[in-house]
């Protein structure tokens, strides 16, 4: 099992930056594959960013260049800077966890490939 907390969630203006942190315990985390994924209203929950083993990456188009994923493996710990924001980028946003495939490429940002979740944190982004 692994239990996912996630934090840093808040209401920012648009062009502000938030870093939000996903807090991780339980079985092996180095091993493991994180995402950061987002829901807002009405909207399926979709991929934003991933992180591989040996730090490779992965972002959604619309994040591309202003959203960083990385791991701090010391305080098991993923986090998401973003920069830039707009206000499309309002949403629940939640981290997940998964065991990692051989390989890199876009299967990160896909809910179905992740077993483990947090429970959100809310990030309102204003005009």
């Known amino acids: 099992q692994v239990q996912l907390v996630e934090s840093g969630g808040g209401s920012v203006q648009a062009g502000g930056s938030l870093r939000l942190s996903c807090a991780t315990s339980g079985r092996t985390y180095d091993s493991a594959c994180m995402g950061w994924f987002r829901q807002a209203p009405g909207k399926e929950r979709e991929g934003v960013a991933a992180?591989?083993?040996?730090?490779?990456?992965y972002y959604a188009d619309s994040v591309k260049g202003r959203f960083t994923i990385s791991k701090d493996n010391a305080k098991n710990t993923v986090r998401l800077q973003m920069n830039s924001l707009k206000p499309e980028d309002t949403a629940m946003y939640y981290c997940?966890?998964?065991?990692?495939?051989?390989?890199?490429?876009?299967?990160?940002?896909?809910?179905?490939?992740?077993?483990?979740w947090g429970q959100g944190t809310q990030v309102t982004v204003s005009s």
């Open positions: 992180i591989y083993g040996g730090g490779m990456t």
């Open positions: 997940a966890a998964t065991h990692c495939r051989p390989f890199g490429g876009s299967w990160g940002l896909y809910r179905s490939n992740y077993e483990y």
